[in-house]
């Protein structure tokens, strides 16, 4: 199954203390280029995320960005050794009595209670994101491959109707070239033999052959069904087949003279032109 270079996916996780955002988009290119943003990730992080993209992809130019969001969270802590000194100082002052302190008489003693921020989002949960957005972004390219394999199945049908038509037309003008040739000849009174005049029409009708060129395009034509077809269709060799598909049809469309058979083949070129197009969003 053919899979698009382009694609979209978001994915979002939210919970009480932050919310983390990770987009993925894609477009063509020859080979596989990640940019993964912002750029301040980690090295154990950012080669996970590359690690697992080079499994599941080929080509293309990928962009990955996270996008994070900290709700005010806070954790709270007591510094032991301020608190046993201050207990042991006011152990000390006789006009205090320490078993009678509470906790508001030194909540505001610096030093006793420690703040914390909670800023830093947990790696799980940014993997667990990623991953997410990753599975959709894959959907996203299948649903995009399966259009461009549709578009492939159009244009093939088109090709392989012409060649059926072009099939039970050549015999049929073949046929008529000799005939046409046998008639100039005696018009113009010529003595030529049987062998003589069975060797022109043979060459003639070589000259306009278009024969080989059907049976290169139908084999062509089955390679690249069977490579569509495969678990993962490789884009780079449906572009090489539809080069040799190029060739071939241009070949047959300059062979062919007469103006019905020739607009059957310019029309089986511009499918493979239309084909090669699509090619170039093949991952």
């Not at 010529?190 to 062998?195: F, I, N, S, V």
């Amino acid at each position: 199954m053919p899979l698009s270079m382009t694609g979209y996916a978001t994915s979002k996780h939210q919970d009480d203390s932050c919310e983390v955002v990770c987009e993925i988009k894609s477009v063509n290119h020859r080979f596989l280029e990640l940019s993964i943003k912002p750029n301040d990730i980690n090295n154990k992080l950012d080669s996970f995320i590359r690690n697992t993209l080079k499994k599941r992809v080929e080509r293309g130019a990928i962009d990955i960005r996270f996008k994070y969001n900290l709700s005010q969270a806070y954790s709270y802590s007591v510094n032991k050794e301020s608190l046993l000194n201050l207990k042991k100082i006011l152990s000390q002052l006789t006009i205090v009595n320490s078993q009678n302190i509470s906790l508001s008489d030194i909540k505001n003693f610096p030093g006793i209670f420690e703040t914390n921020e909670k800023n830093k989002i947990p790696e799980t949960v940014i993997k667990k994101t990623f991953l997410e957005a990753l599975d959709e972004f894959m959907k996203d390219k299948s649903r995009e491959g399966i259009k461009i394999q549709k578009v492939f199945n159009k244009k093939i049908k088109t090709i392989n109707d012409s060649i059926n038509k072009l099939q039970k037309q050549i015999p049929v003008i073949n046929k008529k070239r000799m005939s046409l040739l046998s008639s100039k000849v005696k018009q113009l009174k010529l003595e030529l033999d049987a062998d003589k005049l069975s060797q022109e029409a043979v060459m003639l009708i070589l000259k306009y052959d278009v024969a080989e060129e059907l049976e290169r395009i139908i084999f062509h034509i089955e390679s690249m069904k069977k490579e569509l077809s495969l678990k993962k269709t490789k884009g780079k060799k449906v572009d090489f087949i539809l080069q040799e598909l190029f060739r071939e049809t241009n070949t047959l469309a300059v062979k062919i003279d007469r103006p019905s058979l020739k607009g059957m083949a310019l029309d089986m070129k511009l499918a493979v032109e239309e084909m090669r197009e699509q090619a170039q969003n093949l991952e």
